[in-house]
């Protein structure tokens, strides 16, 4: 199993910034997907960003030129920078691992963390 920490969440005003982080440990494989999804109230859970461990990205178009998704792979880690932050970015953010094992594809999220926009 893998086990993914989150932290970084919070109340923040439009044009703030966040920066969420997520610790992977576990049963983790060298070649693996992180990324970052979130469900705000009454929507559906949707990519937000996301990165392989060969670097390469994927952002949702909402967040693009916003947000910036990186990783430290000695840490097993990945970041999710947020800059000029909108009301409509307040959602719960989970955090998401894709292993490819020799079992096949294996995915493990996070508990998840709040981000509140607002004044």
């Known amino acids: 199993q893998v086990q993914l920490v989150e932290s970084g969440g919070g109340l923040v005003h439009p044009g703030g910034s966040l920066r969420l982080s997520c610790a992977a440990s576990g049963s983790i494989f060298p070649i693996n997907a992180m990324g970052w999804y979130r469900q705000a109230p009454g929507k559906e859970r949707e990519l937000v960003a996301a990165i392989t461990s060969g670097g390469s990205t994927n952002y949702a178009d909402s967040v693009k030129g916003r947000f910036t998704i990186s990783r430290d792979n000695a840490k097993n880690t990945v970041y999710l920078q947020m800059n000029s932050l909108k009301s409509e970015d307040t959602a719960v953010y989970y955090c998401?691992?894709?292993?490819?094992?020799?079992?096949?594809?294996?995915?493990?999220w996070g508990q998840g963390t709040q981000v509140t926009v607002s004044s």
């Open positions: 998401n691992r894709k292993d490819y094992s020799d079992d096949g594809l294996v995915s493990s």
